[in-house]
């Protein structure tokens, strides 16, 4: 194995037991791969969250439902990611649309990224969304819409998720 990626939250973090487990088979390794967490959280909430757990040090981590890859050994995000969800994306307009969609509210300033624009729309049916995605898409716009916890909506590049990521960090690493 080269690479190990895992998400966090449900996963590695939230079981005090299973962080534990998990922390000391990482450790136990002799020749360990390249470590990659995954998260819906925004980088610097990721960061946050990494000093507080007794996880491993990733490598990598993927961000804010895969709008950021940062590259911890150099302290830096990898911007040539960014751009590649650049193309076509139109956040004003998107944001325009969503803040009419019926049920729909903006969530706190803290949970928004230039690549990630993040609501509430509680206990949303998948009719529900197929309309707003509808939506975007009679106006042009290519959005991938992840929803999640019954109420926490993501809007982002129709390019975007935490696979695509780690797709685009795999063929970077070779």
Known sequence: ?????????????GNPEGTERFRRAWKG??????????????????LNLLQQEPLPTPDYL??????????????Q???????TLEPEWRLGEVEHLAQDFPGMSR??????????????????????L???????????????????????LDLLPARASKGAALDWLLGRLE
């Open 29 to 46: 390794l002799s020749s360990p791969p390249l470590l990659v967490y995954s998260s819906g959280r925004l980088l610097e909430d990721m």
């Open 107 to 128: 969530q706190p300033l803290e949970f928004q990224h230039r690549f990630k624009s993040s609501w509430y729309l509680p206990r949303a049916s998948r009719q529900r």
């Open 77 to 83: 995000i990898l911007e040539d990611y960014e751009r």
């Open 130 to 152: 197929q309309q707003l995605q509808q939506l975007f898409q009679q106006h042009g716009l290519e959005v991938q819409i992840v929803y999640s916890s019954l109420r926490d």
């Open 1 to 13: 194995m080269r690479l190990f990626c895992s998400d966090l939250d449900g996963t590695l973090v």
């Open 62 to 75: 993927i961000a804010g439902v895969g709008t950021q890859i940062y590259d911890c050994q150099r302290g």
